[in-house]
């Protein structure tokens, strides 16, 4: 037993030297190296590569030549004219989405929970996880397909019913719609396996004996089931609000064209025309550092607001 | 658990147990409902599908049809030939391979020094990868870093480096080798082992589920990647299958009628056909993998996850 290491006996070893611990574990070390070097060189130099927000870069004086320019690039985007639109535009998406996308896979979750028949229920998630792992490219490539004014069966769908056929992509007041709609295709499905895996550990015998006691339908989804699910919900609402701007710019990107651009210019969409497409860098890593900002602030306030109210959080 | 499930079947074919009619009504509305969710989910992939394999008479003349009356396979041989699919699904592949291996490997070593509760430095490391879930560079910066700094621009690497680590799956594995039962560890340093024969003998052996459904995680999202590809890739002949799909559609359909006439004319393959097609093509590999993606993502690590 001598042999044994003392570090594995408890959590806090009775202090040993560094120097020693680093000697006996030095694999750990070894084995941590990619990783670090990983980190630092894709994750924290971008950070770092933030200090063009604060200068006015160009590609040819680099990050040490550029001059210096302090807060003046986030003044120019809160004071350029696209601003007020970008903010609606990305609020407004995200709302609907907290609106229609936050609680469809919670309702989609409790529906499948109702079902007895394990052989049904299977298959039916089996056949509502796949959107998921499909690429937006694709779901662009479906919705294009489905929804064109030419020859979209959607469209043609309307234009028996109604008379007449309705351009859905290219008009920006259906923008909205149609993105939380792609979203709510897409996505919903698979979000019920974080709430079912939360149901699965409820104790069964607590149904049976409410059951036994009388307890109807409603009274069981309102004293057993919602409650098991409170603290996955809280959870998935502190990170829903956290994303509150973060638009998916892929999908935003796909779906987006020059007759809805007014109701499909997001934060995202806005840094990648200025910053890549026009090669206004600084003031680009201006809006999404602000953009960044934001979102840390929101994701560590719904946690602070969730913690306080006695739920775990995340963090 | 057997007991109950005796149960249900017996009242699913006596009506044993005594349910009221308004929920039994309940029961059929639910049922019905989540049979409708589940195929408006694939009915598009049903109808580009059974679209892919008709002939340009049939799709103009009916609008919706789930096996075409004539069998045809010229969109894919026009789309084979012409539209650089096939070179796209290489590139696709070759990423998707190269870059699910990269990943497993940073991954793996990455969250094993960090599962042991005793490893020096484990909370600064860990505050240090839970900040990048918070924060991060962004956009913009990224892409000066990548492109001047490390000169990544039209690289494959461009798109396989910035994801080796995936903050959210390290932590998966990390809470997955937290679980393997210390005894075994103990036993081997008795042994004589050290921490690299450890992990390699003793570690990955036991984790080949949490390697798989990691794995199909990574290899699912470099192939669906299409927005770094967009930014970092200049040259065609490098674009993956997701740009070249994106191009195709794009064009046909801005494109429209005029030049639907015109392939008629010239007795091409249908326009719409081929647009199909090559939906199909790049959505293939995905449903192919499918019954292996459910398997392991489904199971035991979406649990752990929310443990964690």
Same mark, same amino acid.
């Given at each position: 037993?001598?042999?044994?290491?003392?570090?594995?006996?408890?959590?806090?070893?009775?202090?040993?030297?560094?120097?020693?611990?680093?000697?006996?574990?030095?694999?750990?070390?070894?084995?941590?190296?990619? #990783? &670090? @070097?990983?980190?630092?060189?894709?994750?924290?130099?971008?950070?770092? /590569?933030?200090? $063009?927000?604060?200068?006015?870069? +160009?590609?040819?004086?680099?990050?040490?030549?550029?001059?210096?320019?302090?807060?003046?690039?986030?003044?120019?985007?809160?004071?350029?004219?696209?601003?007020?639109?970008?903010?609606?535009?990305?609020?407004?998406?995200?709302?609907?989405?907290?609106?229609?996308?936050?609680?469809?896979?919670?309702?989609?979750?409790?529906?499948?929970?109702?079902?007895?028949?394990?052989?049904?229920?299977?298959?039916?998630?089996?056949?509502?996880?796949?959107?998921?792992?499909?690429?937006?490219?694709?779901?662009?490539?479906?919705?294009?397909?489905?929804?064109?004014?030419?020859?979209?069966?959607?469209?043609?769908?309307?234009?028996?019913?109604?008379?007449?056929?309705?351009?859905?992509?290219?008009?920006?007041?259906?923008?909205? #719609? &149609? @993105?939380?709609?792609?979203?709510?295709?897409?996505?919903?499905?698979? /979000?019920?396996? $974080?709430?079912?895996?939360?149901? +699965?550990?409820?104790?069964?015998?607590?149904?049976?004996?409410?059951?036994?006691?009388?307890?109807?339908?409603?009274?069981?989804?309102?004293?057993?089931?919602?409650?098991?699910?409170?603290?996955?919900?809280?959870?998935?609402?502190?990170?829903?609000?956290?994303?509150?701007?973060?638009?998916?710019?892929?999908?935003?990107?796909?779906?987006?064209?020059?007759?809805?651009?007014?109701?499909?210019?997001?934060?995202?969409?806005?840094?990648?025309?200025?910053?890549?497409?026009?090669?206004?860098?600084?003031?680009?890593?201006?809006?999404?550092?602000?953009?960044?900002?934001?979102?840390?602030?929101?994701?560590?306030?719904?946690?602070?607001?969730?913690?306080?109210?006695?739920?775990?959080?995340?963090? | 658990?057997?007991?109950?499930?005796?149960?249900?079947?017996?009242?699913?074919?006596?009506?044993?147990?005594?349910?009221?009619?308004?929920?039994?009504?309940?029961?059929?509305?639910?049922?019905?409902?989540?049979?409708?969710?589940?195929?408006?989910?694939?009915?598009?992939?049903?109808?580009?599908?059974?679209?892919?394999?008709?002939?340009?008479?049939?799709?103009?003349?009916?609008?919706?049809?789930?096996?075409?009356?004539?069998?045809?396979?010229?969109?894919?041989?026009?789309?084979?030939?012409?539209?650089?699919?096939?070179?796209?699904?290489?590139?696709?592949?070759?990423?998707?391979?190269?870059?699910?291996?990269?990943?497993?490997?940073?991954?793996?070593?990455?969250?094993?020094?960090?599962?042991?509760?005793?490893?020096?430095?484990?909370?600064?490391?860990?505050?240090?990868?839970?900040?990048?879930?918070?924060?991060?560079?962004?956009?913009?910066?990224?892409?000066?870093?990548?492109?001047?700094?490390?000169?990544?621009?039209?690289?494959?690497?461009?798109?396989?480096?910035?994801?080796?680590?995936?903050?959210?799956?390290?932590?998966?594995?990390?809470?997955?080798?937290?679980?393997?039962?210390?005894?075994?560890?103990?036993?081997?340093?008795?042994?004589?082992?050290?921490?690299?024969?450890?992990?390699?003998?003793?570690?990955?052996?036991?984790?080949?589920?949490?390697?798989?459904?990691?794995?199909?995680?990574?290899?699912?999202?470099?192939?669906?990647?299409?927005?770094?590809?967009?930014?970092?890739?200049?040259?065609?002949?490098?674009?993956?299958?997701?740009?070249?799909?994106?191009?195709?559609?794009?064009?046909?359909?801005?494109?429209?009628?005029?030049?639907?006439?015109?392939?008629?004319?010239?007795?091409?393959?249908?326009?719409?056909?081929?647009?199909?097609?090559?939906?199909?093509?790049?959505?293939?590999?995905?449903?192919?993998?499918?019954?292996?993606?459910?398997?392991?993502?489904?199971?035991?690590?979406?649990?752990?996850?929310?443990?964690?």
């Amino acid at each position: 037993m001598s042999k044994k290491d003392p570090s594995l006996a408890k959590v806090k070893p009775k202090k040993m030297p560094f120097r020693i611990y680093f000697k006996r574990h030095k694999w750990l070390y070894f084995l941590l190296l990619p #990783g &670090l @070097i990983y980190f630092i060189m894709f994750r924290y130099m971008p950070m770092g /590569g933030l200090v $063009i927000a604060f200068q006015e870069y +160009s590609p040819f004086l680099g990050f040490k030549g550029s001059k210096f320019v302090g807060l003046d690039q986030f003044r120019k985007f809160f004071n350029t004219p696209d601003f007020p639109r970008l903010f609606k535009n990305t609020l407004g998406i995200s709302l609907l989405q907290l609106l229609f996308f936050f609680p469809a896979p919670i309702i989609l979750s409790l529906l499948l929970n109702e079902v007895r028949h394990q052989g049904y229920k299977r298959t039916v998630q089996t056949f509502i996880y796949i959107p998921h792992f499909i690429s937006w490219v694709i779901v662009a490539s479906l919705t294009y397909q489905l929804f064109n004014v030419s020859d979209g069966i959607i469209n043609q769908i309307i234009a028996s019913v109604s008379g007449h056929k309705v351009d859905i992509l290219s008009r920006s007041d259906m923008f909205w #719609g &149609l @993105i939380v709609g792609q979203v709510v295709w897409k996505e919903t499905g698979y /979000g019920t396996i $974080i709430f079912l895996a939360a149901l +699965s550990g409820v104790d069964q015998e607590m149904y049976e004996a409410a059951r036994i006691d009388g307890a109807n339908r409603w009274q069981l989804l309102w004293y057993i089931t919602l409650p098991a699910l409170k603290g996955v919900i809280v959870m998935m609402l502190i990170l829903r609000v956290g994303g509150l701007l973060n638009t998916g710019y892929e999908q935003i990107f796909l779906m987006r064209n020059d007759l809805n651009v007014s109701a499909a210019d997001v934060f995202d969409t806005y840094i990648y025309t200025r910053g890549i497409v026009n090669g206004r860098y600084s003031f680009s890593a201006a809006a999404g550092m602000f953009k960044s900002l934001i979102g840390m602030i929101m994701v560590l306030s719904a946690n602070w607001v969730a913690k306080k109210a006695g739920e775990t959080g995340i963090y | 658990m057997a007991s109950t499930a005796k149960i249900k079947t017996g009242r699913h074919r006596k009506g044993v147990i005594k349910r009221s009619t308004g929920d039994k009504v309940a029961d059929v509305i639910i049922y019905v409902f989540l049979a409708l969710v589940a195929i408006s989910t694939v009915l598009p992939f049903i109808y580009v599908i059974a679209g892919s394999f008709a002939t340009e008479k049939e799709l103009t003349e009916k609008a919706f049809f789930i096996i075409p009356e004539v069998w045809s396979l010229n969109a894919y041989k026009y789309a084979i030939k012409t539209a650089n699919i096939m070179r796209g699904l290489r590139n696709s592949l070759i990423i998707t391979i190269l870059g699910t291996f990269l990943c497993m490997v940073f991954s793996l070593t990455f969250a094993y020094p960090l599962s042991k509760p005793h490893f020096r430095g484990r909370n600064f490391f860990l505050n240090m990868v839970i900040f990048t879930m918070l924060f991060g560079g962004g956009m913009i910066p990224s892409f000066i870093v990548f492109t001047r700094l490390y000169k990544l621009y039209d690289s494959w690497w461009a798109l396989i480096l910035p994801g080796l680590i995936s903050p959210f799956n390290m932590i998966i594995i990390k809470n997955f080798f937290q679980d393997v039962p210390r005894e075994l560890e103990e036993a081997a340093y008795v042994d004589g082992a050290n921490d690299l024969h450890i992990f390699s003998k003793i570690y990955l052996p036991l984790s080949k589920p949490v390697i798989a459904s990691i794995s199909l995680f990574y290899a699912v999202g470099y192939w669906n990647g299409y927005f770094n590809a967009m930014i970092y890739l200049k040259t065609a002949e490098k674009f993956t299958i997701q740009v070249q799909l994106r191009s195709i559609i794009l064009l046909t359909s801005s494109i429209d009628e005029t030049i639907m006439d015109f392939y008629d004319l010239n007795g091409a393959p249908p326009d719409k056909a081929v647009k199909m097609a090559c939906t199909v093509i790049a959505t293939l590999p995905i449903l192919i993998a499918y019954p292996f993606i459910q398997k392991y993502f489904t199971k035991g690590v979406m649990v752990g996850a929310v443990k964690g």
